[in-house]
Each structure stands twice: as structure tokens, then as C-alpha cells.
């Protein structure tokens, strides 16, 4: 079992950045491919970004490629989600998620844990 928890959302206005935490508890962490999703008011969840196990491998929807960019620390059970040049059509809820593979993906039904979310808002 994993525990999920994002941190650092807030409301910022458009060019500025903001810098996502997700905490996971658990040994295993280091073994898991992790990913940030994002969800806009009546839209559906989408992909942002995914990291493999030991940061070899990292892959971003196009939208956000060369602004944002998606790290972990395995030390720290804590994988980070970079956002510069922020954009009104950011604003979502953020989620990161785990899954049980050394890989990273971009397929939601891919993943068996999630985090609560954290709202990033970006004002225009």
C-alpha cells in the first residue's frame, strides 16, 4: 500500500511558477514509475508528466514540454513537478500517482495509487 500526498499548489499569475511535492509513504517507492496528472473543471483527467524509477526516463504531454519538468528523489520518497511560464489554461487539480512497475506511462487506468490533488490556479 501506498500513500500519496501533493503539496504546493496556489493560486499565481500567468508567467510565474510554482514547484508540486507528492510525499509517498512506503519502502517500496524506489521501485515505482510515478506520474502527475491534471484535472480542469468539467474536463477529464489528463496526463502531464511521468518519471521511470530512477529518473532515467521522463516523458510530458506537449503542452507543457520546456515548462515544466518532473523530477523524484527516492531518498526523500518524493517526486516534484516543476511548472514555469504558467498559464491560465494550467488551472487544475493536480494529482500524482504510482504505479506497481518500474516504468512510467501516461494511461491513467495504468496507475493503482493516487494522491487527494492539489489546486493550482493561475490567473490571467
Known amino acids: 500500500q501506498v500513500q500519496l500526498v501533493e503539496s504546493g499548489g496556489g493560486l499565481v499569475q500567468a508567467g510565474d511558477s510554482l514547484r508540486l511535492s507528492c510525499a509517498a509513504s512506503?519502502?517500496?517507492?524506489?521501485?515505482?514509475?510515478m506520474g502527475w496528472f491534471r484535472q480542469a473543471p468539467g474536463k477529464e483527467r489528463e496526463f502531464v508528466a511521468t518519471?521511470?524509477?530512477?529518473?532515467?526516463?521522463?516523458y510530458y504531454r506537449d503542452s507543457v514540454k520546456d515548462r515544466f519538468t518532473i523530477s523524484r528523489d527516492n531518498a526523500k520518497n518524493t517526486v516534484y513537478l516543476q511548472m514555469n511560464s504558467l498559464r491560465p489554461r494550467d488551472t487544475a487539480v493536480y494529482y500524482c500517482?504510482?504505479?506497481?512497475?518500474?516504468?512510467?506511462?501516461?494511461?491513467?487506468?495504468?496507475?493503482?495509487?493516487w494522491g487527494q490533488g492539489t489546486q493550482v490556479t493561475v490567473s490571467s
Open positions: 512506503g519502502r517500496t517507492f524506489s521501485t515505482y514509475g
Open positions: 518519471i521511470s524509477w530512477n529518473a532515467g526516463s521522463t
Open positions: 500517482a504510482a504505479r506497481t512497475g518500474p516504468l512510467g506511462s501516461s494511461v491513467p487506468s495504468e496507475y493503482t495509487y
